[in-house]
């Protein structure tokens, strides 16, 4: 079965300051990884994702994503983060071979951006 | 484009009664609608998946009685909790997907239990 870790619950930063979430997977087939971020009150919305090719994604909002296979990672960064980057973040996966599109929720990393 | 709506965004209701969250995709047809749950500062737990026409597939633990999912047309999908109790409260997401892997999720709605 497929599982998302998210090693950090919380991850504290300055602004202006770079920032990594780190995220990994355990799957014995191959996956699609995506990263959401959720605003308090808020639905999911899609940062990035991967399902094949390039394994460094960029997404919305100045954030990327490397794919490591070998690593089972799929870690998310921003070079500089601003106040209004303050959310939820979520790694997720999904299988390829499903027809069912279920996707598998990491238990999530709340970023607090300090002035 | 890809707009998923919800609604209600936010409901009060008393334990014993039943309360109906509806879901609509604005401008995409969905062929797969899934229910997630999210408990105050908790991740999101898919409750069931269901496609057009068809029976709801519950995730395991989920009780289907109690959570009864109605995907009557390819733009709307129903979530029903039935006697409700406070244990129900909850903030409660869905999401529709148009293929493999592509999921757009609504803004949630808040549900408590009194």
């Known amino acids: 079965a497929q599982s998302v870790t998210q090693l950090d619950s919380q991850v504290p930063v300055f602004e202006e300051a770079p920032v990594e979430l780190r995220c990994n997977y355990s799957?014995?087939?191959?996956?699609?990884l995506f990263w959401y971020v959720q605003y308090p009150n808020q639905g999911l919305q899609l940062l990035l994702k991967?399902?094949?090719?390039?394994?460094l994604v960029k997404g919305i909002n100045g954030f990327e994503a490397e794919f490591n296979k070998s690593q089972t990672s799929f870690h998310l960064r921003k070079p500089s983060v601003h106040i209004s980057d303050t959310a939820e973040y979520f790694c997720?996966?999904?299988?390829?071979?499903?027809?069912?599109?279920?996707?598998?929720f990491g238990s999530g990393t709340r970023l607090s951006i300090r002035p | 484009g890809a707009v998923v709506s919800q609604h209600p965004s936010w409901v009060i209701c008393k334990s014993g009664t039943s309360v109906k969250i509806e879901c609509r995709s604005l401008d995409f047809q969905a062929t797969t609608m899934f229910w997630y749950r999210q408990f105050p500062k908790q991740s999101l737990m898919l409750m069931a998946t269901s496609n057009e026409g068809s029976k709801a597939t519950y995730e395991q633990g989920v009780e289907k009685d109690k959570f009864l999912i109605n995907h009557a047309s390819l733009t709307l999908s129903t979530l029903t909790v039935t006697s409700a109790h406070p244990e129900d409260s909850s903030f409660y997401i869905c999401s529709a997907g148009t293929g493999v892997n592509e999921q757009y999720f609504g803004p949630g709605t808040r549900l408590t239990v009194t």
């Open positions: 991967y399902l094949s090719g390039s394994t």
């Open positions: 799957s014995s087939v191959s996956v699609y």
């Open positions: 997720a996966v999904s299988d390829p071979g499903s027809s069912a599109s279920k996707i598998i």
